[in-house]
């Protein structure tokens, strides 16, 4: 018989059941919840945790020239990644890594005890790094190709190429506007892992291959491209200035065909410039544009005809608009003169009454006509609007410094576009950079048209227009822009900057605008020139680099040279102009001279004419010497001997190329030269690519 | 109790045979790979998981045969032996480290846990001096105190090892026994205070519990270290959903979830087996629980109901709290799953146990 205190322990014992029995449902519920409601969820982190997407680097498109010549290329190049689970000494792997690579050793050993499936240790590191790594053989440290971006120019055209980040995404420039055809698709390598990093047997895998990106080709002519860039620093040099850009443009189609400024930097390696020097003043800055505006004035009040080229003007040296008197920039005045006179000479007082003349709705007309307080939607980043006082506000005073070009804000992009609309018999169009992106087979992806935007006058007015330009670089104040051989027209400018307090004393931006040939124009042109030192006027220090600069791209655009108009055709000349026989094989170089009359001399022995004396387009009596020189490249157009690269690491081949205007394409998995295609001492066209095997 | 031994409970009996058969197969589904891994062998558990099951079905086969009546004077020369062993086990150079835990004791390849034989010697030890005592057990000093004297004791010494989760289970234990034996409500709500202010008094001493007590709740706030063990889980119990994976056929044992042929075996059976293998798991608990306790109301004697309760608690304590933990249900205490897990000196203590208590259903008439 139980006894009273083992009926209590029963009594206890039942109670304690149905505890147990309440935790066990309880304990039911947790397990429903999680394996129910909750397992989908679960199951994705877990799966999320093991599967590794590594991504496979798609290569991206090249950048050519509008000729097909590289401007931006992809390298093959490894980059470094640690698998922190598989490390066996994280301390003593990150102490010889980070003596190879340069790294701090602490806290790399940090990031290789983390707990996590991979990471990057340095990626796109050099050649001898890469094999040195390779030699190791850490454990839980691999190597892996990627694509470093490579420009084989390096300064060449930085503003409009941009430059491409570690993911080598687009960070400026075109690189950065057509990163969407550039970049091509990444593709990926899916495999599950366990915690340290090795594959799970039967598990998932897929690989995805990646698209490559398609390709670029820009409106830029290298040729040009580096006839301005030298123009550029000879300018720099010359002036000591603060910056400097010229830009020329195809003004019936809007193509860009060279822009650069200075200061510039090398896309190879961006990251040790200042970043100011990325900026794109052609497109980023805005400034005065002064008297190069009047090009703009002009075309307005003819447009309009609110004057007549022959309209006669006195110029008492100063005008008085709303109680405050405009000086013409000539003390005492130009006197009385006609308009085409007062667009020669850049005559304030004229160009103040003609523009009061014109009022402000037509004025505004045109100003808007012209794309000014607009962003000209060229495809390049950063570009700015410009400064156009407000409609409703503006006042006579304010129409009448804007009539010479002061009181506006332009972008140099916005200025030759208009000069170029002026070129174009009217029409303004868009100003372009890329003419066609193709896929690596050669189809066209996407082709650019000539993009008209408005007509800002009629063609009548445009040849009106354009003559008087002509006119101001023959007779007025663009002289220093006049090139023997070819019809320039043109306008100075010189503008005081304007600072915090109004007109910054000695602090002046130079500038021509201008195209040639006058009557047919082939290349529109700007030069601007940012606080030079000493000598400031546009038509001193700007007109002469544009005079220089056009000379040249007209001979390289073969553009035959014509007397000027007032000629008399019916004299005999016993002077001939020289043609040019640049970049011509000499046999026929030899023939053309010939033909020309005169009595050509090799100098040396090669087979394409590196430059010739007397320059191209210089009038010279017939029968006279002219020495062909085959040796010495000067716009890196023609033939360059083929550098030996044998031996050399693909960084120092390719910096050796690079210098003598060829492109590199390495071939293999080592790091020394032992073969190259073609062989040195070749002669090859510039740009043309060099095939290293690496071994 | 003159009678002649009937045939034991074959309810639990089956139970048991039951949470084996599958604790075999889960520990070698769950530690096939980091056996691999850690000694090219697949195998590795496997071989000696049989071989401590058939010892401990041998110990188990032995404790059935034994008159249960015999321990209750076996209890204190087996509670002394077990607090020298605790105490030898602390002994630096005698007591063996493991993952920062001085707990294995033993010679050649053979070791055993004293914390381990602790659990069983305190049910046995309290039983019989809970049923000598069953008379003065409303009196906190004569019947509830000495038995809480050894329990701190034991307590203490598991503690400085340190092994939280088996202390606890003994605790615990020793609580319910009280309980039981029909210690005064007043004096286990005391009791029950005192234990709350020596958690918060133990969580103060080292804060490094108390981060591993917010881990549970919140786990994701911590991924890769207090929260790692739980998350990674959760993970496997929660990609098996209502039929699992299949067995051999889990993720989270390709080295993601620590140890996961011992304390998680739980989580990995969750990932292969589903629901359907969890519910399962807990109804075998449930039976051995429900005869269990069973055998402890029947049981023809105090000594007898009192060891089949507190031989009962001990393992369904550790079951649910190992359960709870796995499934993120109160915070990390490392404790295995009895039967299931991967452990030696466990498994042959624990079927020890089983065996007492199916000596005990040989002397009661259960329907």
Not at chain 1, 203 to 222: C, K, Q, S, W
Request: net charge positive.
């Amino acid at each position: 018989m139980a006894s009273a205190a083992h009926v209590i322990i029963r009594k206890r014992v039942v109670i304690l059941f149905l505890f147990v029995a309440v935790i066990m449902f309880g304990l039911g519920c947790r397990l429903m919840y999680i394996q129910f409601f909750k397992s989908s969820w679960l199951a994705e982190n877990a799966i999320d945790q093991r599967i590794r997407d590594i991504p496979v680097e798609a290569k991206r498109g090249i950048i050519y020239d509008r000729h097909g010549r590289e401007l931006a290329v992809s390298v093959s190049t490894e980059s470094v990644y640690a698998i922190p689970a598989e490390i066996r000494d994280a301390d003593e792997t990150a102490a010889k890594l980070a003596a190879i690579l340069s790294l701090d050793g602490d806290k790399l050993a940090a990031k290789l005890k983390k707990r996590q499936a991979f990471t990057w240790i340095k990626r796109k590191i050099d050649v001898e790094s890469a094999l040195a790594i390779k030699k190791l053989s850490l454990p839980g440290i691999g190597l892996t190709q990627e694509n470093r971006r490579y420009y084989p120019k390096d300064n060449l055209a930085a503003h409009i190429l941009g430059f491409t980040g570690i993911d080598s995404q687009g960070l400026d420039g075109v690189e950065m506007t057509f990163d969407s055809y550039l970049k091509g698709r990444a593709g990926s390598i899916v495999v599950e892992y366990d915690a340290r990093g090795r594959e799970i047997p039967y598990a998932t895998h897929r690989f995805v291959p990646p698209v490559e990106g398609h390709n670029i080709y820009l409106t830029i002519d290298t040729v040009i491209q580096q006839i301005i860039e030298r123009d550029l620093d000879r300018v720099m040099k010359d002036t000591q200035a603060k910056a400097a850009t010229i830009i020329v443009m195809n003004p019936h189609t809007g193509e860009i065909l060279a822009l650069a400024n200075r200061p510039d930097y090398n896309p190879n390696q961006f990251a040790d410039f200042s970043p100011k020097l990325w900026r794109n003043n052609a497109v980023s800055n805005t400034y005065e544009p002064g008297s190069t505006f009047k090009v703009l004035t002009t075309t307005a009040v003819l447009g309009d005809k609110v004057v007549k080229l022959d309209d006669r003007f006195f110029d008492p040296g100063g005008i008085e608009v709303q109680g405050r008197t405009i000086h013409c920039w000539k003390h005492g005045g130009h006197g009385s003169q006609t308009f085409r006179e007062v667009v020669e000479n850049s005559c304030n007082t004229g160009f103040v009454t003609v523009g009061l003349k014109l009022g402000r709705d037509p004025f505004y007309r045109y100003l808007e006509a012209f794309g000014l307080g607009r962003q000209s939607n060229i495809d390049l980043p950063g570009e700015a609007k410009g400064i156009v006082i407000n409609k409703n506000q503006v006042k006579p005073i304010n129409i009448a410094t804007i009539s010479m070009g002061q009181g506006i804000a332009v972008t140099p992009i916005q200025l030759i576009t208009a000069v170029s609309a002026v070129a174009n018999d009217g029409l303004r169009t868009r100003p372009q950079i890329v003419r066609e992106v193709k896929d690596r087979a050669g189809n066209t992806i996407r082709g650019f048209e000539t993009d008209v935007v408005e007509k800002v006058v009629d063609a009548a007015t445009a040849k009106e227009v354009k003559e008087v330009l002509e006119s101001v670089v023959k007779n007025g104040t663009g002289k220093n822009a006049y090139v023997e051989g070819y019809r320039i027209a043109g306008k100075t400018g010189t503008a005081q900057k304007v600072g915090a307090g109004g007109y910054m004393p000695g602090k002046y931006v130079a500038s021509f605008a201008g195209f040639a040939p006058a009557d047919n124009p082939q290349v529109a042109m700007l030069v601007i020139i940012d606080e030079p030192v000493g000598i400031y006027y546009g038509g001193q220090i700007a007109a002469p680099v544009f005079g220089a600069a056009i000379k040249d791209i007209m001979e390289y655009l073969n553009v035959t040279q014509r007397l000027e108009e007032n000629g008399d055709p019916e004299q005999v000349d016993p002077h001939v102009i020289v043609p040019s026989v640049i970049n011509l094989e000499v046999s026929e170089a030899m023939k053309v001279l010939q033909k020309a009359g005169f009595n050509p001399r090799i100098e040396e022995s090669g087979e394409r004419v590196a430059d010739q004396i007397p320059k191209p387009g210089s009038r010279i009596p017939k029968g006279t010497h002219v020495l062909v020189y085959t040796l010495t490249p000067r716009y890196g157009i023609g033939s360059v001997t083929v550098p030996d690269c044998i031996g050399l690491t693909l960084r120092e081949a390719s910096d050796i190329l690079g210098q003598v205007g060829l492109s590199i394409s390495p071939v293999g998995p080592g790091s020394k030269v032992a073969k190259q295609d073609p062989l040195s001492g070749s002669k090859i066209p510039s740009g043309s690519m060099i095939t290293v095997f690496l071994e | 109790m003159g009678s002649r031994p009937k045939s034991p409970d074959p309810i639990i009996f089956c139970a048991i045979i039951a949470l084996l058969a599958i604790g075999v197969v889960m520990v070698y589904s769950s530690s096939a790979v980091s056996a691999y891994v850690n000694f090219q062998d697949s195998y590795y558990f496997l071989k000696r998981q049989l071989i401590w099951v058939s010892l401990g079905l041998i110990a188990m086969f032995l404790t059935m045969n034994i008159d249960y009546h015999a321990w209750r004077k076996l209890a204190k020369p087996i509670m002394i032996v077990t607090l020298v062993l605790l105490v030898l086990v602390l002994v630096p150079g005698l007591g063996r480290v493991v993952n920062g835990a001085r707990r294995w004791l033993g010679v050649g390849s053979i070791y055993m846990q004293p914390s381990e034989i602790a659990k069983l010697s305190m049910v046995l030890f309290c039983a019989s001096s809970l049923s000598l005592r069953q008379d003065k057990i409303t009196s906190f000093v004569k019947g509830v105190l000495p038995q809480l004297v050894v329990l701190l004791l034991v307590f203490g010494l598991i503690l400085k090892e340190p092994d939280l989760g088996t202390a606890l289970a003994i605790g615990g234990t020793v609580f319910v026994l009280l309980f039981t034996a029909g210690a005064k409500l007043s004096h286990l709500f005391s009791l029950g205070f005192a234990g709350v202010f020596g958690i918060i008094s133990a969580i103060i001493v080292e804060p490094y519990r108390m981060k591993r007590l917010l881990a549970f709740s919140d786990p994701w706030s911590d991924p890769l270290d207090t929260g790692y063990h739980i998350i990674q889980s959760l993970y496997a119990i929660g990609s098996g959903g209502l039929f699992g994976v299949g067995l051999g056929r889990s993720r989270e044992k390709f080295l993601y979830l620590p140890e996961p042929h011992t304390d998680f075996i739980f989580a990995i059976l969750g990932e292969e087996l589903g629901f359907i293998g969890t519910i399962t798991i807990i109804l075998l608990f449930f039976l051995f629980a429900w005869r269990g306790f069973k055998v402890a109301i029947s049981a023809p004697d105090i000594f007898g109901s009192l060891m089949a309760a507190g031989l009962t608690t001990m393992i369904i304590m550790q079951a649910l709290m190992n359960i709870a933990v796995v499934t993120a249900s109160m915070p990390v205490t490392g404790i295995p799953l009895p039967f299931l897990s991967f452990g030696g000196s466990a498994l042959i203590f624990t079927l020890s146990g089983v065996g007492i208590l199916l000596n005990i259903s040989r002397y009661v008439n259960l329907k």
